[in-house]
T-cell receptor, first 114, second 109 residues
């Protein structure tokens, strides 16, 4: 099993550009989520999904869109990149809803917006 | 919202020392997660516990539900234990986790 994969590993965007961060898991997990990690702050939830076709907002959803058309994939779209979105992004998955199940994290995507 | 505090923020110790990292939270929970973030950035789940104690190798996690406090202990610490250790607790009706800011541990040979 590859676990949770994320692409790209690194990305530099100019302000206003859009892009999609890819996340995929091969563990048949229902629950998937996107976090951002900024210096001095804990991981913060952007969006999450409890199954295919179902998504919901987390703590910091503004400027991001998600969709979940399959169990395996959960892409995160930046609509119009801003310097405030410079961060490290982690995708995670778990078998069921939190807090009962262990989370598996992807390797992260380091995004810089200039 | 469940507030999470970890202490210390940074910890440097000699190889072989016994390490304790603390996590306190403000609202009663059903389970707490301990995670490890390697220097390269990857995050792995270490423990998920709802009561008592769990042990995995040299790592021990304890939780006191009444006091809203958990500790992560490392026995016979080794330089490869150098990492950021993060605790997380459920929030907003158990659908989401709130993460602490982490404890950066450095073990010197």
């Amino acid at each position: 099993n590859a676990g949770v994969t994320q692409t790209p590993k690194f990305q530099v965007l100019k302000t206003g550009q859009s892009m999609t961060l890819q996340c995929a898991q091969d563990m048949n997990h229902e629950y998937m989520s996107w976090y951002r990690q900024d210096p001095g702050m804990g991981l913060r939830l952007i969006h999450y999904s409890v199954g295919a076709g179902i998504t919901d907002q987390g703590e910091v959803p503004n400027g991001y869109n998600v969709s979940r058309s399959t169990t395996e994939d959960f892409p995160l779209r930046l609509l119009s990149a801003a310097p405030s979105q410079t961060s490290v992004y982690f995708c995670a998955s778990s078998y069921g809803d939190l807090p009962t199940y262990e989370q598996y994290f992807g390797p992260g995507t380091r995004l810089t917006v200039t | 919202k469940n507030e999470v505090e970890q202490s210390p923020q940074n910890l440097t110790a000699q190889e072989g020392e016994f390490i304790t990292i603390n996590c306190s939270y403000s609202v009663g929970i059903s389970a707490l997660h301990w995670l490890q973030q390697h220097p390269g950035g990857g995050i792995v789940s270490l423990f998920m516990l709802s009561s008592g104690k769990k042990k995995h190798g040299r790592l021990i996690a304890t939780i006191n539900i009444q006091e809203k406090h958990s500790s992560l202990h490392i026995t016979a610490s080794h330089p490869r234990d150098s990492a950021v250790y993060i605790c997380a607790v459920p929030n907003f009706g158990n659908e989401k986790l709130t993460f602490g800011t982490g404890t950066r541990l450095t073990i010197i040979p």
